[in-house]
T-cell receptor, first 112, second 113 residues
Framework: DGGITQSPKYLFRKEGQNVTLSCEQNLNHDAMYWYRQDPGQGLRLIYY???????QKGDIAEGYSVSREKKESFPLTVTSAQKNPTAFYLC???????????FGQGTRLTVV | GESVGLHLPTLSVQEGDNSIINCAYS??????FIWYKQESGKGPQFIIDIRSNMDKRQGQRVTVLLNKTVKHLSLQIAATQPGDSAVYFC????????????FGQGTTLQVKP
């Protein structure tokens, strides 16, 4: 079955540590996205990539980094520079352009 | 700046009734709109989409209406069922071919048995 997989589902991080969230898709999509969702709010764009080896900042990129070395993978690193990292992180992919984005099941990150 | 907003944070309906969820958008250049359903602790699921050259699109039990004159989008759900209980988000694409979606804050739909 084609889909988009995020791991882990739950992640705990100590303050000052970097942590990497995984996102893999086998839909052969060119575009991939990372969103952040806080309780009771909509999704805000962190980073996006339209093609391998290229990515752009979204609206809230500070404290985050990404890479896109393979078409299937778009990992997100939450760095110690992100002052309020506790949130629900969602990865999505699409064929590109104005079209439906498919979402993973999310990773809930908690700073302890 | 750009924003996509929803008129009501929570909508409560009786099972079997029709539901209407509204959304206002601010960018008249947006060319694509989409509704997602999100259940607790899960990722958003696609419901229906519509392009700016249309004013209505129907799916199974759902209809999306687009009024470009007043920049308003609505989702109608017929014969609402308990399984429809979730948070509903509208999103717009206003950045051409990047595919970036701007999401509204969401409306919680509660279905009473």
């Amino acid at each position: 079955d084609g889909g988009i997989t995020q791991s882990p589902k739950y992640l705990f991080r100590k303050e000052g540590q970097n942590v990497t969230l995984s996102c893999e898709q086998n839909l052969n999509h060119d575009a991939m996205y990372w969103y952040r969702q806080d309780p009771g709010q909509g999704l805000r764009l962190i980073y996006y990539s339209q093609i391998v080896n290229d990515f752009q900042k979204g609206d809230i990129a500070e404290g985050y980094s990404v890479s896109r070395e393979k078409k299937e993978s778009f990992p997100l690193t939450v760095t110690s520079a992100q002052k309020n990292p506790t949130a629900f992180y969602l990865c999505a992919s699409s064929i590109g352009g104005p079209t439906e984005a498919f979402f993973g099941q999310g990773t809930r990150l908690t700073v302890v | 700046g750009e924003s996509v907003g929803l008129h009501l944070p929570t909508l409560s309906v009786q099972e079997g009734d029709n539901s209407i969820i509204n959304c206002a958008y601010s960018n008249s250049a947006s060319d694509y709109f989409i509704w997602y359903k999100q259940e607790s602790g899960k990722g958003p699921q696609f419901i229906i989409d519509i392009r700016s050259n249309m004013d209505k699109r129907q799916g199974q039990r759902v209809t999306v209406l687009l009024n470009k004159t007043v920049k308003h989008l609505s989702l109608q759900i017929a014969a609402t069922q308990p399984g429809d209980s979730a948070v509903y988000f509208c999103a717009e694409n206003s950045s051409g071919n990047t595919g970036k979606l701007i999401f509204g804050q969401g409306t919680t739909l509660q279905v009473k048995p």
